[in-house]
């Protein structure tokens, strides 16, 4: 071996310990950075002739488990839905409250049916006959407050859904163009190892919101579909697009065309019911508390609504009382109509004739709602009967969720009871979700990420390496001076 080839392999060594020191240096950096995957030089033996020509250095490449990466993605996209249906779940149920809770619709319910027997006990008492009617009057609100509760939760999903789409758009256009310059580093023989790590990032954003499957292709290219199929990156992005509504009330539904569906590539597709091509992630789960979740919180708060009214409707139980009046509880003054259900808890009123705010007078509470004047004072009958009327176990009405008969009191904590379980077992499967997603994490992290104690032990074989290659110029810096000397 010649001085100027000995020289010459020494210089690439050195150059390639450089470079493996540098790329040592940036893994233990990024150590603890989420998403990071190990980096590594690839070199070869360079020759020439057969002859050995020093080392070749080639890309750094990142470290990559397509599976679990792909199990992880799952597993986030599984997180994304069940935390943003938890939070819902939570919102809706809080809207209904439970017994313990001051001024819960159970409290309410409760509160009513105290102030009525304090009315029976003593009839003749204005006070009485005024706590009645404010009570409720609470009662009324408490169900306006929750039913606007219910739709405010179906309006944050409209929000959200037109939030999530737009990301989803930009991500997948930043993907697009991620994937044209990995295509142009792959040809030119450039290293794509950061470009992956940022297509990497993005595409986990991306399944934040909606399931995805990777496929490779030519030149470092990734495709991108749901798993149901659907196209999502596959030469071009598909587009999302959705049209949200500036106000949602309970009547308006996708069926009926009051809310919008989601398009993709210009064609509606289904979601939110848990087989549309997208569902599996957040985005699937809001359509899921705007089309499913809330309205049946809306559905049960109208069926306490009609159990309510038609409780008070009967001219068994308020003798002045026509067959068609309305009776204590109306619907925005009007009796009950079963053919417009939807929405009756945020129309809920008490009748203005017991109301002085609206000119009726409290003693009808204790006369009759239709009672021209006043009868004796210490007159009982009405007031019981509005008790017997709440304690009585009727059928529930079929949008309750709830069997058999019951009382008024019965039927609200029992629907309250409903709620508090579906949040419960939401807040379960959210935490289900975290947990799965922290192991699938760490066998991403354990096979694709940095170990400092792997790191630590290359760097001393570079160390080593370059102390090699430093030997060696050394040695022919030695001979070159000898010559000089001769």
């Known amino acids: 071996m010649s001085i100027g080839v000995a020289l010459s392999n020494a210089l690439s060594g050195l150059t390639a310990s450089s ?87 159970s409290s309410r319910a409760v509160a009513l049916e105290d102030a009525i027997a304090r009315l029976a006990e003593t009839p003749e008492a204005p006070s009485l006959q005024q706590g009645a009617v404010s009570t409720a009057k609470d009662l009324a609100q408490a169900l306006n407050v929750a039913s606007s509760d219910v739709q405010s939760t179906r309006m944050d999903a409209e929000t959200a859904i037109t939030r999530m789409v737009e990301q989803i758009n930009d991500s997948l256009a930043r993907i697009d163009a991620l994937n044209e310059d990995i295509a142009t580093a792959t040809i030119g023989g450039d290293s794509t190892a950061a470009l992956d790590g940022a297509r990497g990032e993005e595409i986990d954003r991306l399944a934040e919101l909606i399931p995805v499957r990777t496929a490779r292709r030519d030149n470092g290219v990734v495709a991108i579909y749901a798993p149901g199929g659907a196209a999502l990156l596959e030469g071009r992005p598909a587009l999302l697009e959705f049209d949200a509504k500036s106000l949602i009330t309970a009547d308006m539904t996708l069926a009926s065309g009051g809310l919008n569906a989601l398009i993709l590539d210009g064609e509606p597709i289904a979601a939110g019911t848990g087989a549309g091509p997208l569902d599996g992630a957040a985005l699937g789960a809001q359509f899921a508390i705007r089309d499913v979740e809330a309205p049946e919180a809306q559905a049960q708060l109208d069926a306490i609504a009609e159990d309510l009214i038609l409780r008070f409707e009967d001219p068994a139980v308020d003798p002045t009382l026509a067959a068609g009046d309305p009776g204590l509880f109306t619907d925005e003054g009007g009796a009950f109509d079963p053919l417009d259900v939807v929405g009756l808890a945020a129309r809920l009123e008490v009748n203005a004739a017991v109301d002085p705010d609206r000119g009726g007078a409290a003693w009808r509470m204790r006369d009759g709602l239709n009672a021209a004047a006043e009868g004796p004072a210490g007159l009982d009958t009405l007031p019981r009967a509005h008790l017997d009327a709440l304690r009585e176990a009727l059928p529930t009405p079929a949008t309750s969720g709830v069997s058999g008969a019951r009382s008024f009191s019965d039927l609200v904590d029992s629907v309250a009871s409903l709620r508090a379980r579906a949040a419960a077992d939401a807040e379960a499967a959210a935490a289900f979700a975290d947990g799965r997603y922290a192991v699938k994490a760490e066998a991403e992290a354990a096979s694709t990420g940095v170990d400092g104690d792997r790191e630590m032990s290359d760097l001393l074989l570079v160390e080593q390496a370059y102390a090699a290659n430093a030997r060696v110029l050394q040695v022919v810096d030695g001979l070159l001076r000898r010559l000089l000397d001769i």
């Open 19 to 105: 470079k493996r020191a540098e790329v040592i240096s940036d893994n233990v950096a990024n150590a603890l950075t989420p998403g990071y995957a190990r980096r590594s030089l690839q070199v070869s033996a360079a020759s020439r002739a057969g002859d050995g020509r020093g080392v070749q250095m080639h890309e750094v490449t990142r470290a990559t488990d397509p599976r679990a990466t792909f199990e992880r993605r799952s597993a986030q996209s599984d997180l994304g839905r069940d935390q943003t249906l938890a939070r819902a779940q939570s919102v809706l149920s809080e809207a209904i409250g439970t017994a313990d809770q001051v001024g819960s619709l």
